[in-house]
């Protein structure tokens, strides 16, 4: 059975699911006292989670390996972000071939093997701008009970043995690592070439060449 086009969609995606189990799991941060609310992302939030999530037609595998998310402050990219992380750890984000209406089906990481995602940044105070929001939206939800996880302040333990965690410093040597996925946290004053995603760099080091005044970055 392959896959059979819904009202014009041009690709087949597994990121209305995503985006479904991002509303079914998890709570928006930031939401002050009141009730808690479902994380619903967005419409352009939705769009990139489409477009990230893209599968082929013929093989049902996913077509990106990476992405970029570049928006104005304020635009929802650090809980965003976060959400797409627990999503990498916890839910079915891993293409499963296509159901009897021609629709794709996904498995969570853990059925292929044990997730690691890793909140990479230059800074502390950056990778806290994705880790607290990450936490809230996780524990203010019904994700920790349902995943048997534990969101603890310095990592999230998953019950595939996984886990969730902030790096900063150590990051050179364990980026590549067995990681489902990363997110590399931009330095709010420089771009993040293409370079550096293909080649990570040890974020201490850089940042202090930077500060010494080198315009080069040797080790990108
Ligand atoms: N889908 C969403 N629904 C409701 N609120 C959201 C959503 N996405 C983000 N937000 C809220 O938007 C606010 C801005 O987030 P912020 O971290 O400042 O964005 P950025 O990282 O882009 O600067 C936060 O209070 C966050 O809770
Ligand atoms: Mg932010």
């Known amino acids: 059975m392959p896959w059979k086009p819904l009202d014009g969609d041009k690709f087949p995606t597994l990121g209305f699911h995503v985006a479904d189990q991002m509303t079914e799991f998890l709570v928006t941060p930031n939401a002050g006292d009141g009730e808690p609310t479902p994380f619903m992302p967005t419409r352009e939030q939705l769009e990139f989670l489409v477009r990230l999530y893209q599968l082929d037609p013929i093989t049902g595998a996913r077509v990106k390996h990476r992405g ?43 059925a292929v093997r044990t997730p690691l995602v890793l909140v990479t940044a230059t800074t502390e105070e950056q990778t806290t701008n994705t880790w607290h929001p990450l936490l809230e939206m996780l524990r203010g939800g019904s994700a920790a009970d349902y995943f048997d996880c534990d969101p603890m302040d310095s990592f999230v333990a998953l019950s595939s043995g996984g886990r969730i965690e902030p790096r900063t410093s150590a990051a050179r040597s364990v980026i590549s690592k067995g990681c489902a996925y990363r997110r590399r946290i931009p330095r709010p004053d420089r771009g993040m070439g293409a370079r550096q995603w293909r080649r990570p760099v040890r974020p201490d080091a850089s940042q202090q060449r930077h500060e010494a005044g080198r315009h080069h970055n040797r080790d990108a």
């Open 68 to 110: 970029v998310l570049k928006r104005p402050r304020g635009w929802g990219k650090s809980p965003f972000v976060g959400g797409v992380m627990i999503s990498e750890a916890l839910f079915e984000v891993v293409p499963d071939g296509w159901d009897a209406d021609g629709q794709p089906v996904a498995k969570p990481w853990s």
